[in-house]
């Protein structure tokens, strides 16, 4: 069985500090991980993804991941927040050639200026 | 990149009617697709698994009779909610599968008064 596990619902942090977004997996393959971003009444942007290359992933907009296996995580990371970066971010296990998707709860970032 | 559109962006009907949400793959074909459910301020669930040209594959708990799917053609998934329900009110969105990543659609937020 696959599964994604948020480990925040929200984040809150100062514009031009770090962000962290945890997220841990369970899954009975090899997994492809991701991480989504959905900002108010949008769609779903795709920030990254490790797809079993290098472990240090990294996407768009200063985010990176790093896929640890032996802690079964994918924590998202940028090292200077942005007022734009306040948004909805899913991490998401997919199995079988990328085909099904399985999305965390969510956590969402609030910046604060 | 790969686009995927749906429509409407939003409907509303009333409770007993029925409507249909589609989805299309605009520059690529996708012999599957996915549907998705996002309650307000809670993860996207999977839904189903559109197949072309055979019957979609549907998620444990997820009412077939009550969402039918079809996939008649390369490019286009319908998803019809049939005699909605105010808890059939949701967020429904759409991905395709191209090469090692899914692309999403837009959403479709159906309200049942």
């Known amino acids: 069985a696959q599964s994604v596990t948020q480990l925040d619902s929200h984040v809150s942090v100062s514009e031009g500090t770090p962000v962290l977004l945890r997220c841990n997996y369970s899954?009975?393959?090899?997994?492809?991980l991701f991480w989504y971003v959905q900002h108010p009444n949008k769609g779903l942007q795709l920030l990254l993804k490790?797809?079993?290359?290098?472990?240090l992933v990294k996407g768009i907009n200063g985010f990176e991941a790093e896929f640890k296996k032996s802690e079964t995580s994918f924590h998202l990371t940028k090292p200077s927040a942005h007022m734009s970066d306040a948004a909805e971010y899913f991490c998401?296990?997919?199995?079988?050639?990328?085909?099904?998707?399985?999305f965390g709860s969510g956590t969402k970032l609030n910046v604060k200026p | 990149g790969a686009v995927v559109s749906q429509h409407p962006s939003w409907v509303i009907c009333k409770s007993g009617t029925s409507v249909k949400i589609e989805c299309r793959s605009l520059d690529f074909q996708a012999t599957t697709m996915f549907w998705y459910r996002q309650f307000p301020k809670q993860s996207l669930m999977l839904m189903a698994t559109?197949?072309?040209?055979?019957?979609?594959?549907?998620e444990q708990g997820v009412e077939k009779d009550k969402f039918l799917i079809n996939h008649a053609s390369l490019t286009l998934s319908t998803l019809t909610v049939t005699s909605a329900h105010p808890e059939d009110s949701s967020f429904y969105i759409c991905?395709?599968?191209?090469?090692?990543?899914?692309?999403f659609g837009p959403g479709t937020r159906l309200t049942v008064t």
């Open positions: 490790y797809t079993s290359a290098a472990t």
């Open positions: 991905s395709a599968p191209l090469v090692n990543e899914q692309y």
């Open positions: 559109s197949n072309e040209g055979s019957k979609a594959t549907y």
């Open positions: 998401v296990v997919s199995i079988y050639n990328f085909n099904k998707f399985y």
């Open positions: 899954s009975s393959y090899s997994p492809s």
